[in-house]
């Protein structure tokens, strides 16, 4: 990466350019489960469920254009999970392959003790070897699999959960 990438949390104004990034994954059938484009408005409540010391939205820039976003979310929605969180990251189409997903999941565990969290998901399609690369390559494991659960247009597929545990 030639121009350093600054990463902060997301405010409102940054969420028609976040869902402008996940909906340029929808067409690809690797990355979401959603078949048609979302809007920000259903996206809104899914914004507001964030909060910088529980379970952040980041969004990351280079030369203050937003290149990608993190987002960690409640695992199941019940007390006894709250030292759990699924990660998920999207790129912006013109940033991908160019080692911005490693920065940020490492960037993601660094962060882990301040968020209380020690265990941290990810969800990804099975035929999403890059995505499943990149997260073991920083040690994620397989935790569950769950075998041709979606169906992506007439392609039924699997869902891999990956799972690490964060040590202090």
């Not at 979401?32 to 379970?55: C, I, K, M, Y």
């Amino acid at each position: 990466m030639e121009n350093p990438m600054f990463i902060r949390d997301a405010v409102k104004e940054d969420l028609p350019t976040i869902v402008d990034i996940y909906n340029s994954t929808i067409e690809s059938r690797m990355v979401t489960a959603d078949l048609q484009p979302v809007s920000v408005s259903d996206r809104e409540p899914w914004f507001f469920n964030h909060s910088p010391g529980f379970r952040p939205l980041w969004v990351a820039e280079i030369d203050g254009e937003i290149c990608a976003w993190v987002s960690f979310e409640k695992f199941y929605g019940r007390p006894a999970y709250n030292q759990t969180a699924e990660i998920s990251i999207y790129i912006h189409p013109h940033y991908r392959g160019k080692g911005i997903g490693k920065e940020l999941v490492q960037r993601a565990i660094n962060e882990c003790p301040k968020l209380k969290i020690k265990t941290l998901l990810a969800f990804i399609f099975g035929h999403n070897e890059p995505s499943l690369k990149l997260f073991e390559r920083f040690g994620f494991t397989q935790m569950a699999l769950l075998p041709r659960v979606a169906l992506l247009d007439q392609d039924e597929r699997d869902l891999v959960i990956l799972g690490l545990r964060i040590e202090e």
